[in-house]
């Protein structure tokens, strides 16, 4: 099991920008894959991107370019969100879990709320 820490939420006003940091309390798998995901109320949780060790990203279609995946060596993967929107607003929960399992299983953070002002 991977303990994970969310960090960097909050309030930013439309076209803004926020990082959100996601840490491990010991070290992400060398063979795990790490993504962040988001939820609304009342909605399944989308998946916003993914980042494997090899530093392979994906993103989700409404991203379009406006959102960045990385990482800090092995214990931290960051979000960067810029020209946020009030769509985004949403609890941003970071995953992860092995390479070989199905998306959505695996270790979740406790998820960290991020609102963006019309």
């Known amino acids: 099991q991977v303990q994970l820490v969310e960090s960097g939420g909050g309030l930013v006003q439309s076209g803004g920008s926020l990082r959100l940091s996601c840490t491990a309390a010991r070290i992400f798998p060398s063979s795990y894959i790490v993504a962040w995901y988001r939820q609304t109320p009342g909605n399944q949780r989308e998946l916003v991107a993914t980042i494997t060790s090899g530093l392979a990203t994906t993103y989700g279609d409404f991203v379009k370019g406006r959102f960045t995946i990385s990482r800090d060596g092995a214990k931290t993967v960051y979000l960067q969100m810029n020209s946020l929107r009030p769509e985004d607003t949403a609890v941003y929960y970071c995953?992860?879990?092995?390479?070989?399992?199905?998306?959505?299983?695996?270790?979740w953070g406790q998820g960290i709320q991020v609102t963006v002002s019309s």
């Open positions: 995953n992860t879990r092995p390479l070989w399992t199905v998306p959505g299983g695996g270790d």
